[in-house]
């Protein structure tokens, strides 16, 4: 059987090629090329196919995570399930119970401040990658910039494979799948025919879930509250034992006195029996004594001022304001004015015919005289009024 050969020309390109390459190899080797050309650890410096577009200015960000498990560099980094980044490497944190992990994004790719970085998986047996996720309601804190820090308190991990396995194995092996039959049974027997007030117990529940989560804030501060309380409490523990040790006296005499409180007690529960029988009884009574005083109050009401300015007029040792006001000097002047009633006839005294007749006299000072007035009278010489 005869070997085949190859053309001259091949062979000669073959045995160049390989010159060429063992060259290259002694030159790396020798330390032939210069050392600003790029170093190779290893595959794992190479990019992964079909990895993220970093555009032409990306940006760097350090994300702090407790577990890095099976997170390798250059893994994905996503936002909503879209690559728009990679890991370039995973460190040692600062404390030595965590890792620090560089993320290059695409510059194109924006995101707050307050981001959030979690550890997921992309399938049950797929790689590990870091999703990045948005707050909820944006605080206008800024934006990632090269050089940020995701710390520690925003940065959490999705469920382990291993840990579903292990909490399955440990219910499987512990015995709890035998006691499954007999929870299902009771809550059958529980629920059984009361769907409407489950139902309605759980609605209940879910407006007590969010009134408490609408006042977690004054919660909040209640137990603040409640935790200053208890340190001032704690910085005066003499002061509350003095307070204790002083009432344990009163204590015992108010133990010593249960048996007269208690009758006490049992006489004010007997008057309050006989407050509300009284009361009941004379109700129709009461409410016809309020009808009655009704009127009074309500004239006093209309009366206003007239009855305090009337008690000023009333005798006080010596006099009242208004005698005062009619004393000149030392002596008490008094004016006194007499007019008849409308209709009334006034006759003048009897005189006799030798007596003169009283004549009007102008001086003020002089006797009060009635003008002579002729009156009807009778033959028997009687008055007529």
């Not at 059987?1 to 060429?20: C, D, E, K, S």
């Amino acid at each position: 059987m005869r070997r085949a050969t190859l053309p001259g020309g091949r062979v000669a390109g073959v045995a160049a090629g390989g010159l060429i390459a063992l060259g290259l190899a002694l030159a790396l080797a020798l330390g032939g090329i210069p050392a600003g050309m790029p170093g190779f650890d290893g595959i794992e410096d190479l990019p992964l196919p079909g990895g993220a577009d970093l555009g032409d200015h990306p940006y760097t960000v350090t994300a702090e995570l407790q577990d890095v498990l099976s997170l390798v560099p250059h893994a994905a980094v996503r936002v909503n399930d879209v690559a728009v980044g990679r890991i370039t490497a995973i460190e040692l944190g600062e404390d030595d119970w965590s890792a620090r992990v560089t993320m290059e994004i695409n510059g194109d790719v924006r995101l707050p401040a307050d981001a959030a970085a979690r550890l997921e998986q992309s399938s049950l047996l797929g790689e590990k990658y870091v999703q990045l996720v948005a707050p909820a309601k944006e605080t206008g804190t800024g934006r990632l910039t090269d050089g940020s820090v995701i710390p520690l308190a925003r940065t959490s991990r999705s469920t382990e494979v291993e840990e579903v396995f292990g909490a399955l194995s440990l219910l499987l092996n512990g015995g709890g799948v035998g006691q499954l039959k007999t929870i299902t049974r009771e809550l059958n027997a529980a629920l059984g025919g009361r769907e409407p007030e489950v139902r309605s117990m759980l609605k209940r529940v879910d407006t007590l879930v969010g009134d408490l989560d609408d006042h977690r804030d004054d919660i909040t501060d209640a137990l603040d509250a409640v935790n200053r309380l208890s340190s001032t409490l704690a910085h005066r523990k003499e002061d509350v034992g003095t307070v204790l040790t002083g009432l344990s006296p009163g204590l015992k005499t108010l133990e010593k006195q249960r048996g007269s409180l208690l009758t006490m007690l049992r006489s004010l529960d007997t008057l309050s029996g006989v407050a509300v029988s009284t009361i009941n009884a004379s109700k129709d009574d009461m409410i016809a004594d309020l009808k009655a005083v009704a009127p009074t109050l309500k004239a006093l009401a209309d009366a206003g001022t007239d009855l305090p300015d009337s008690l000023q007029v009333l005798l006080t040792y010596p006099f009242t304001d208004e005698v005062l006001r009619g004393v000149k000097g030392d002596y008490l002047n008094t004016y006194l004015s007499m007019v008849a009633a409308p209709g009334t006839e006034v006759i003048p005294p009897l005189v006799s015919e030798d007596m003169p007749s009283p004549v009007p006299s102008s001086d003020p000072a002089s006797p009060l005289s009635l003008p002579s007035v002729s009156g009807t009278g009778t033959d028997s010489g009687g008055e007529h009024r």
